[in-house]
């Protein structure tokens, strides 16, 4: 058994005897997450890259945390004018959002 929760064992028990810990690997979180936890007898495995997204066609729906990947989501398409208009523009974490327009009387409204 390793003395810190930060070990993991590197080599198998022989027999109750033989013993080696090693200091458990952490995953850079800059660019890489955890894809496997570790166990009391493997060090965690890291991922090898992040997802990127490919603004303006794609947005970040889910950020990047230490066990999963960041998601990317295609940008909505232009709003259907003159029934729709765009409410919120799309920027590089969220996505384009279209309201019905409001049709306006023109001797009354513009």
């Known amino acids: 058994r390793c003395a ?15 013993t080696a810990c090693a200091t458990r690997w952490l995953c850079n979180a800059s660019v890489s997450y955890e894809v496997r936890p570790p166990t009391p007898t493997s060090d965690r495995e890291c991922s090898s890259s992040l997802t990127t997204c490919h603004w303006p066609v794609e947005f970040e729906a889910a950020a990047v945390t230490p066990t999963s990947d960041r998601q990317c989501l295609r940008v909505a398409a232009e709003c259907a004018f003159p029934q729709e208009i765009e409410h919120s523009a799309p920027t590089p974490t969220t996505d384009r959002v279209c309201a019905n327009a409001t049709q306006c009387t023109p001797e009354l409204e513009y």
């Open 4 to 18: 810190t929760p930060a070990q993991s064992l590197r080599l198998p028990r022989q027999q109750q005897r033989l």
